[in-house]
């Protein structure tokens, strides 16, 4: 069932990332990023990292929201609902883009992949946490928190105007 998921969740996060370079609207675009975003969070997941995972998961959903409310408010083209392009030069992106995969692709399949050494640790989220911020896990989490205050304060604010406002 698991490798069934993975499957299922790569070939989404690559659908959905493929979709955000051929909609021709930005709130279209936003979801299928979006949507991207979240299946790589539910293949993170499946890698047993539950933590790093959910804050994915939180991370792009604010993210997507917050990027939803400044379409609105200060775009010309209304919530973004209007057709425009994404991408310039499609040429050369397009052989950049196949080029990388291409390269990414051999370097996975021809590494000779090194052999295990040890065990996983029993709680792999504390031993992220431990590698990434050693003794400021405290001052992080803390961060963390004032930081997610912050954007919560602003998308409330930002949301009390609109563009249209000033002329009333």
């Keep these: 069932m698991e490798v069934v998921l993975f499957w299922v969740l790569a070939v989404a996060a690559l659908v959905f990332g493929f979709l955000v370079f051929r909609l021709n ?3 279209q675009v936003t979801f299928a990023l979006l949507a991207s975003f979240l299946a790589v969070a539910g293949l993170v997941l499946l890698l ?3 933590y790093l995972g959910v804050v994915i998961v939180l991370m792009m959903v604010i993210e997507m929201v917050i990027m939803a409310v400044f379409m609105i408010m200060y775009m010309m083209n209304p919530a973004g ?3 425009m392009a994404m991408y310039h030069n499609k040429a050369g992106a397009m052989a950049i883009s196949v ?3 291409v390269v990414l692709a051999a370097g ?3 590494v000779d992949w090194p ?3 040890g065990a996983p640790p029993a709680d792999p989220t ?3 946490g431990e590698a990434l911020m050693g003794g400021q896990m405290l001052t992080m989490m803390t961060l963390g928190v004032a ?3 912050t954007i919560v304060a602003t998308v409330v604010l930002a949301t009390n105007r609109g563009r249209y406002d000033r002329f009333g």
């Design 126 to 128: 504390f031993a992220l």
């Design 108 to 110: 996975i399949l021809l």
């Design 115 to 117: 052999d295990r050494q």
């Design 48 to 50: 047993g990292l539950g």
């Design 147 to 149: 930081l997610f205050a």
């Design 81 to 83: 609902l209007m057709p």
């Design 25 to 27: 609207s930005m709130a």
């Design 99 to 101: 080029g990388t995969f």
